[in-house]
Structure formats: structure tokens, C-alpha cells
């Protein structure tokens, strides 16, 4: 399959790792639209958060117990936003799960 996070997660592409276990990878985003701006996906290749069903969604807890130890080792103190962009409304660029987290300044409010 040619997905260039699964390509990440091997280490055939370079990325800017902040945290890996058996499950998650996370890696800072080569566009980042906050001082810090790191991608946080599952190991196993997910599509996007409409392909998250009852025989993955343990990954899925992976990731979310995985993020705040990401943003406490980030500094995070003031907070976060944890977004995923799924499908072509959200602009979702890359087809395979990913959650961003957002932080080190305030943030705006809008989301949309
Ligand atoms: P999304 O638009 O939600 O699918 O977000 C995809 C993100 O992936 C986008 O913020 C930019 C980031 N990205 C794309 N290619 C690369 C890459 O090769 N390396 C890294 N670190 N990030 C990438």
C-alpha cells in the first residue's frame, strides 16, 4: 500500500518522532500551523476516524492515552486541541488516521 505515514512509521521516510510504543507513532508536522504541531496515528493503517469500528477502535484508546503524555512532555500546561480531518470536506490530505495536536500559543476559536 503506498501510504506515506505507513512509510513514516517504518522509517523509509525521515520524520521528527516525539513518541512511539507498540501501537502509536507521533511525529511533528512538517507544516505546522502552531508552535507546536505534532501528528499522533495508529501503527496499524486506519484510513481515517470513518473507518474506526468495534475490532480497531482499541487503537484508537491507544492514541487518546498516548496524547496527554505527549502534551505534558511538550509543555502543554495552558492546553491543547486535538483535531482529525476526515474525508474530502475536512481536506484530509493523507489517508491514514492521524489526530493533530495544537498548542504552545492561544489558538483561535473557530475550527471551521
Ligand atoms: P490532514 O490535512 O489532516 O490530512 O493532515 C496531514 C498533515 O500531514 C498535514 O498537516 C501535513 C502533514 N504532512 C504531510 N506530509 C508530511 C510528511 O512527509 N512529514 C510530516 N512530518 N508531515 C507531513
Do not use: T, W
Not at 42 to 47: C, E, G, L, N, T
Not at 73 to 78: N, P, Q, V, Y
Amino acid at each position: 500500500m503506498d501510504c506515506l505515514f505507513c512509510k513514516i512509521i517504518k522509517g523509509d521516510i525521515p520524520s521528527s518522532k516525539v513518541y512511539e510504543n507498540e501501537y502509536v507513532y507521533a511525529f511533528r508536522d512538517i507544516n505546522p500551523q502552531a508552535p507546536v504541531h505534532i501528528l499522533v496515528v495508529p501503527k496499524v493503517h486506519i484510513s481515517s476516524v470513518d473507518e474506526i469500528n468495534a475490532e480497531n477502535s482499541a487503537l484508537v484508546a491507544k492514541i487518546f492515552e498516548a496524547i496527554p503524555e505527549i502534551a505534558k512532555a511538550e509543555g502543554l500546561d495552558g492546553g491543547y486541541r486535538v483535531i482529525s480531518n476526515c474525508g474530502a470536506d475536512a481536506c484530509q490530505s493523507v489517508k491514514h488516521l492521524h489526530f493533530h495536536i495544537l498548542g504552545g500559543a492561544q489558538l483561535g476559536e473557530r475550527m471551521g
